[in-house]
Structure formats: C-alpha cells, structure tokens
Nanobody
Framework: QVHVVESGGGLVQPGGSLRLSCAAT????????MGWYRQAPGNQRELVAE???????NYADSVKGRFTISRENAKNTVHLQMNMLKPEDTAIYYC???????????WGQGTQVTVSL
C-alpha cells in the first residue's frame, strides 16, 4: 500500500502563484512516476504534469510555460509550482504515484485550487 499526502492549494487571484507538494510512502518498494492531475466540476480528471524518477517531464498543453513539476527521489516527494494562474485552473488537484509490478496507481485525497478575484 502506498500512502499519498498532498499539501498546498487555496485561493489565489488571477496571475498569482501557488505551490503544491506531495509525499508518497511505501515500505520495501520504489515509487516510480509521480504526477499531478486535476478535476473541475463537470469535467473528467486530466493530467496536469508528470515526472519520472530520472526527471523526464510531461505537461498538459494548457499549463506549459506556467507550471513546473519537480521531485526529490530520496524523499519520494513531488512539487508543482504554478505561476500565472488563470480562472480555468480552478479544480481539485490530485497527486498520483505509480509503484509496483504490475504498476498500480495511488492517489492522494485532493487539494482545492481556486483562482478568482
């Protein structure tokens, strides 16, 4: 079992910044890819950004140039720096960690990000 805990989030004005953090723990097994997804009301959950243990990253087109994902392998933590936030970034953000063979997905409880005046 992998335990995933998120922190950060909140209310910010358009153009502002927020930083999300996530820590994943699992006894005896390596945490592989980690990432962030989001889900707005009425929408499906979508990938925001992901990062491999080797540091290779992938971003949704809508956040490229504004969001940066990073991780610390020794601590199994991943961060999402969100700059130039827009109202359409408003959603619940979920941390994802992949681990095991076959690979399984593990999710955090979600953290609310609201971009509004």
């Amino acid at each position: 079992q992998v335990h995933v805990v998120e922190s950060g989030g909140g209310l910010v004005q358009p153009g502002g910044s927020l930083r999300l953090s996530c820590a994943a723990t699992r006894m005896w097994f390596t945490i592989d890819d980690m990432g962030w997804y989001r889900q707005a009301p009425g929408n499906q959950r979508e990938l925001v950004a992901e990062i491999t243990r080797g540091g290779r990253t992938n971003y949704a087109d809508s956040v490229k140039g504004r969001f940066t994902i990073s991780r610390e392998n020794a601590k199994n933590t991943v961060h999402l720096q969100m700059n130039m936030l827009k109202p359409e970034d408003t959603a619940i953000y979920y941390c994802n960690a992949k681990s095991g063979y076959p690979v399984k997905d593990y999710w955090g409880q979600g953290t609310q990000v609201t971009v509004s005046l």
